[in-house]
Nanobody, 125 residues
Framework: QVQLVESGGGLVQPGGSLRLSCAVS????????VAWFRQAPGKEREGLSC????????YYAASVKGRFTISKDNAKTTVYLQMNSLKPDDTAVYYC??????????????????WGQGTQVTVSS
């Protein structure tokens, strides 16, 4: 059974940085794609980035490109989202997820089967 556990969220001032972690267990994380999403109150869940089974970032949403970086650790059991130059609009609950087709990044939230519980990120002065 796949388990995803996010951590690293919190309160940060505008312009600050956070690194989110997604601990993956129950699957061969080395061979699975993992994506990061976020959802702000009253808004749809937004796909931010995905790292494929080869460890390559496949996409970044326009809203975070150049500021956020997705990566895996050497053991490939944890996926990170480094978030720099944070803005108040980045305030949301952040989730990691694995796709229905486990090896390839997919485009929409409905294409993802397994989700973590989420971690809150609040950007405010």
């Amino acid at each position: 059974q796949v388990q995803l556990v996010e951590s690293g969220g919190g309160l940060v001032q505008p312009g600050g940085s956070l690194r989110l972690s997604c601990a993956v267990s129950g699957i061969a994380a080395d061979y699975h794609a993992v994506a990061w999403f976020r959802q702000a109150p009253g808004k749809e869940r937004e796909g931010l980035s995905c790292i494929n089974n080869s460890g390559r970032a496949e996409y970044y949403a326009a809203s975070v490109k150049g500021r956020f970086t997705i990566s895996k650790d050497n053991a490939k059991t944890t996926v990170y989202l480094q978030m720099n130059s944070l803005k108040p609009d980045d305030t949301a609950v952040y989730y990691c997820a694995t796709p229905r087709d486990p090896y390839y990044c997919q485009s929409g939230a409905s294409d993802y089967l397994n989700w973590g519980q989420g971690t809150q990120v609040t950007v405010s002065s």
